[in-house]
């Protein structure tokens, strides 16, 4: 995946090996280069961590709005935020997160366009179950 060079353009290291896209330097320069970008590992923790809380927070948000105000399975009545997920209605749901990202990407995808019609809060269980089968267990009617 590299070429071997004569020396990184920053610090003069001889034969240096050329990784796509670190811009012809040596291994030391780019880690020094991205410690720097990044902060020391306490304040990247903390981007991390930050990052979740607002995908989780994203996901309550669309989960309540989907929901009917409550973060529960309109099937079942799971209310364990980590097993609930949105469900396509009419059926689709491979395609559409082809489209537009799976997991946040399709939650902001759903916030973004005005939370639209078509969608419901499931457990992931119940909405397997629909998908897989035509019909979930606690509902086989429906």
Known sequence: MGILL???RLCGKEKTKFIKGR????????????RRNRGT????QKLVQ??????????????RHYGKDQIVCVCCGETHI???????IHGGGSQHRKEVGSGWKFYMWLKRNSFPEGFRTLCHNCNAARGIFGYCPHKKNG
Not at 41 to 44: T, V
Not at 50 to 63: F, P, Q, S, Y
């Open 50 to 63: 930050t990052k979740k809380e607002k995908r989780k927070n994203l996901k309550i948000e669309v989960l």
């Open 41 to 44: 590992p306490e304040k990247a």
């Open 23 to 34: 811009g012809l330097r040596c291994a030391d320069c780019w880690e020094k280069k991205r």
């Open 6 to 8: 004569d020396a990184c």
């Open 82 to 88: 980590e097993f609930l997920c949105i469900d396509h």
